[in-house]
Each structure stands twice: as C-alpha cells, then as structure tokens.
C-alpha cells in the first residue's frame, strides 16, 4: 500500500477482522503501548470489530499522561516568575498540577507559550537575550532528539539564558514495570511505531524473551493496528514469543542512528518517577555533565522547592482513577467522575487532557454511549 487512505479501507479492515476471529481458538490480552494508537483503536472501533475473546488494554504511552506531578508543579513555580518565559507543547497547558495549571498561570499575567517545537523556544531566547527562557521538555524518546538538538545548539552557540526543565521518559523500562507486575494481565504488546523509529527495536528483544511475550512493532492506521493485532496473536496461537515490524515503512531494527547519537551525547539514563507507575530505575534522561548548567531545576533550583502535599487528599484525587487507568487496570468509562465531574474543559486527571490520553479518547468518540 501507497497512500494513507489504503491504511484506511473498510474492506482491509473487515477482512483483518475476519481473520483475527478464524485464528483464535481462546482468550488473550494485548497492550498497544502508545496513545496515538489508542485513539486509532476508539475513533474506529477497532476494538469492538474483534472477537469478544481479544482485549485491548490501554497502556502508559501518553508522555504527557505519565510526567510526575512534581515536575508539573515545577513547571507552575517557573512559570510564574516574571523574568522568565516558559515554553511549552500545548497539551501540557491543561494538565493539573496540585492546585493549579499553566494555562491558569498564563491567564494570571505568566508569560506561558505554547510552541511546536524546542527550536522555537531557543529562538525566542535568541531575540530576548534580558529574559530566561524555560522549555518544558516532555516525550518518549519521539520527542527527545529535538530536545537535545536544541540544547546542543544553545551550547554551541552559547545561548545562556535558555533552559529546559526535562521530564523524558523511556519505553521498554515501563513495558518490564507492568510484565513483572503480578497483576500484569498483558499476553502481548504492540510496540510504538514513532518511538522504534527512532530507537529502533533492538532493544525489545530481551523483553520478549525475558516474559515470553511477543512484541509487534505498529502503526498508527486501522490497518497498520488490525495486521499488528493478527500478528501479535498468530504468535500466540502458536506459542511464540518474538519481535516483530510491522511498521516497515518507517522503522529499521537500529532505528534512526544520527538521532541517537545526538540523544547520547546530550543526554544520560536517569531514574525517573512516573505517574500511574512510581519510580522507575534507568527509565529517564537527564542532560550529561557538560551540558547540566542548561537543565533548569539546577539553574532554579532556590526556587523549585516544592510544597508538601495536604494531609487531605484533594476531591480530584478522591475521584481521579488515572493511575488505574494509566496502568491498564481500568477503562476510562470505568470511572464515576468520567464525563461529569471530570471532561476536557474541567479535567481532573492528565488522561482527560493530552490528545494521546485514553479518556480524552473516550470521551471525544465513545461518551455519546
């Protein structure tokens, strides 16, 4: 197929949907790890063309679903101060952090923009040498590479009042957190097409071989999901546990090279702690030694203590399941606040929000029912 249209066809689609139910011969449950293909799976109704015996678990591959809540709550302190510019993806202007968010911030006289890119924020630093600019530098290894582009740029070129505040995450960290679960319910993964075209899939090996899980490499189309789908169960059908690449037009096993060698020399492994999953060892990064004068929680640190959460948790987290949800232990209709109490203009938890969270998902193409 050429065009994403052909991606798109119903009868492509219906035929999948026929072969998937001819193959099984019992249950089984798989992970699409990315957002961006959870919205797929509920925009189209992939998951009620399969048979009753397939589920679907939505699972952590929402970045801006997953950043710490302290790290928002950083996020608010610096955005609040007057010297500062602080620049952001838009997704992050609505997520709440412990009493507020950035667009509220923006709205209280913050200097917040939203910007498509961290090259925007370097610009702006650029044309405002008497001012600080922060960007907030939020993905999966998608998003990193611009991130150190931008931070190698602002080193060579010796940009000094620009910084990033990181919160970078890594997938196959998460993915081992939930197999080594023991309510882990996860039989098979489709892998994130965007990240593994950067990465590669190299990497997903140990896992599937570690968990004897299979692990299908997928886009983000009907289509490209449905054939992921079927291949991740004839795996399982036959008892096979391996990696394999659907996404073919895009991803390569040793990914994007000149990315990663960037994303190495700018950035270190780190520990990172992650909503709906705690702390997680080596599942972070943070920027290596000589570049750290331009991470700002160092730059701001007198600024960026934090302080300590209520006795009393607040109602939204009374209410929120996200972190049930973010795990895949819940569904988003599964929660009481879901499309009441909480939607995207009064969102009570990040999932509400991001365009690659799961209730936001539900709510835009599944709330009517």
Partial sequence: MKYVDEYRD?????????????????????MEICGGQTHTIVKYGLDQL???????????????????????DQALVLA???????????????VPGTSTDLLSV????????????????????????????????VGFETTAPATAMAVYQAHQQQVENFSVLI??????????????????????????????????????????????????????????ILQGIYLCLKQLEAGNAQVENQYTRSVQIQGNQPAQQLMDQVFQVVYRVWRGLGS??????????????LDAQLRFADRLTIPPLPLSPSPSENTCISGLILQGFKKPHECSAFGTKCCPEHPLGAPMVSSEGACAAYYRYRSAS
């Fill in 10 to 30: 119903g009868l492509i689609v219906q035929d999948y949907g026929d072969a998937i139910a001819s193959l099984i011969t019992q249950p089984w449950t798989l």
């Fill in 50 to 72: 399969l048979p009753p015996d397939i589920t679907l678990i939505h699972g952590p591959g929402c970045p801006v679903c997953v950043t710490d809540m302290a790290i928002i």
């Fill in 80 to 94: 609040a101060q007057p010297e500062i510019i602080f620049c952001s993806y838009g997704d992050m202007l609505r």
């Fill in 106 to 137: 923006k709205a209280q006289g913050g200097d917040v923009r939203m910007v498509y890119s961290p090259m925007d924020a370097l610009a702006l630093a650029r044309k405002h040498p008497d001012r600080q600019v922060v960007f907030f530098a």
């Fill in 167 to 224: 919160a970078h995450v890594l997938v196959p960290p998460a993915m081992e957190a939930i197999l080594s679960s023991p309510d882990c319910q996860v039989q098979g993964f489709l892998a994130a097409g965007h990240v593994c075209t950067v990465t590669g899939y190299g990497a997903y090996h140990e896992i599937a071989a570690k968990y004897h899980v299979p692990i299908v490499v997928t886009g983000f189309e009907p289509v490209d």
């Fill in 280 to 293: 997680l060892d080596q599942s972070g990064l943070g920027l290596r030694k000589s570049y750290d004068y």
